[in-house]
């Protein structure tokens, strides 16, 4: 388990726009310790989010994507007081789900 | 004799040593996230990975708009934005065409959610970003050099 994201949701006239910070180390695997050893890649490959529970983006990542992931995207429809949630696995099977309601 | 013994030795443990890595790195998290797109995540060129997309020859489209800086200090975080005006836009990348793999993520987009993507990515050199996008069941792209003064892949 990761640490918590920080999920912001906020609804505008119909649209409702998400906006993801994701705790994770995103090692791409080509990168070396001080020792010269090769630090293994570890990052996440799968993310999906929900409205309600509608899927309303799924993402597959490469190891390129940055430390710390950020993610916005829109979805139209979401109310105020909906739930939105996000989960995430990594290539070491680990997977964290948080949730926000709309604002 | 004893070279032989050695030779036997040294193949008996290659072959273990494959089989571990088989079940640690291949087979176990391929069956957890069947749906991960190795073959496009692992291709290095640009042709590679739009061949392993199914998108062998994107259209270059004005309506796809690849956002980001024109240049980045820090290749390690680089702001980088997918929109498209297009119509039933499914699925959108983000490809970084000198990066040691090109593809950096996909996303795939359900109705009613808008072709209009924001997320960071990490930038080995000065490079063309390229966004994929599939509309309709046909693919367009468009590019945006971003200049990268320090890289982010390791270095």
């Given at each position: 388990m990761g640490n918590p994201m920080k999920i912001r949701a906020a609804s505008k006239d119909g649209i409702t726009e998400v906006k993801v910070l994701i705790s994770h180390e995103m090692e791409t695997g080509q990168r070396k310790d001080s020792a010269g050893a090769i630090v293994p890649a570890w990052f996440i490959k799968e993310l999906t989010a929900k409205h309600n529970d509608k899927v309303v983006l799924s993402s597959e990542f490469g190891s390129s994507v940055s430390k710390n992931p950020y993610l916005a995207f829109k979805f139209k429809g979401g109310a105020k007081g909906d739930k939105v949630s996000v989960s995430w696995t990594d290539n070491k099977g680990d997977s964290r789900t948080d949730e926000a309601t709309i604002a | 004799m004893n070279n032989q013994r050695r030779n036997v030795l040294?193949?008996?443990?290659?072959?273990?040593?494959?089989?571990?890595?088989?079940?640690?790195?291949?087979?176990?998290?391929?069956?957890?996230?069947?749906?991960?797109?190795?073959?496009?995540?692992?291709?290095?060129?640009?042709?590679?990975?739009?061949?392993?997309?199914?998108?062998?020859?994107?259209?270059?489209?004005?309506?796809?708009?690849?956002?980001?800086?024109?240049?980045?200090?820090?290749?390690?975080?680089?702001?980088?934005?997918v929109t498209s005006t297009l119509p039933n836009v499914t699925m959108v990348a983000i490809l970084i065409e000198k990066n040691p793999n090109a593809l950096s993520a996909s996303f795939n987009l359900p109705a009613g959610t808008e072709a209009n993507v924001q997320t960071r990515v990490k930038m080995g050199q000065t490079s063309n970003v390229y966004a994929l996008v599939k509309s309709d069941g046909k693919f367009y792209m468009a590019n945006k050099e971003i200049k990268v003064t320090l890289g982010g892949c390791g270095g």
């Amino acid at each position: 388990m990761g640490n918590p994201m920080k999920i912001r949701a906020a609804s505008k006239d119909g649209i409702t726009e998400v906006k993801v910070l994701i705790s994770h180390e995103m090692e791409t695997g080509q990168r070396k310790d001080s020792a010269g050893a090769i630090v293994p890649a570890w990052f996440i490959k799968e993310l999906t989010a929900k409205h309600n529970d509608k899927v309303v983006l799924s993402s597959e990542f490469g190891s390129s994507v940055s430390k710390n992931p950020y993610l916005a995207f829109k979805f139209k429809g979401g109310a105020k007081g909906d739930k939105v949630s996000v989960s995430w696995t990594d290539n070491k099977g680990d997977s964290r789900t948080d949730e926000a309601t709309i604002a | 004799m004893n070279n032989q013994r050695r030779n036997v030795l040294k193949t008996g443990s290659g072959a273990a040593l494959l089989s571990v890595l088989a079940a640690a790195g291949i087979i176990a998290p391929g069956m957890a996230l069947a749906e991960w797109n190795k073959t496009a995540f692992d291709a290095k060129s640009m042709a590679d990975t739009l061949k392993a997309l199914g998108a062998a020859a994107p259209a270059e489209s004005k309506d796809v708009q690849v956002t980001g800086p024109d240049i980045a200090e820090n290749g390690a975080v680089v702001p980088v934005g997918v929109t498209s005006t297009l119509p039933n836009v499914t699925m959108v990348a983000i490809l970084i065409e000198k990066n040691p793999n090109a593809l950096s993520a996909s996303f795939n987009l359900p109705a009613g959610t808008e072709a209009n993507v924001q997320t960071r990515v990490k930038m080995g050199q000065t490079s063309n970003v390229y966004a994929l996008v599939k509309s309709d069941g046909k693919f367009y792209m468009a590019n945006k050099e971003i200049k990268v003064t320090l890289g982010g892949c390791g270095g």
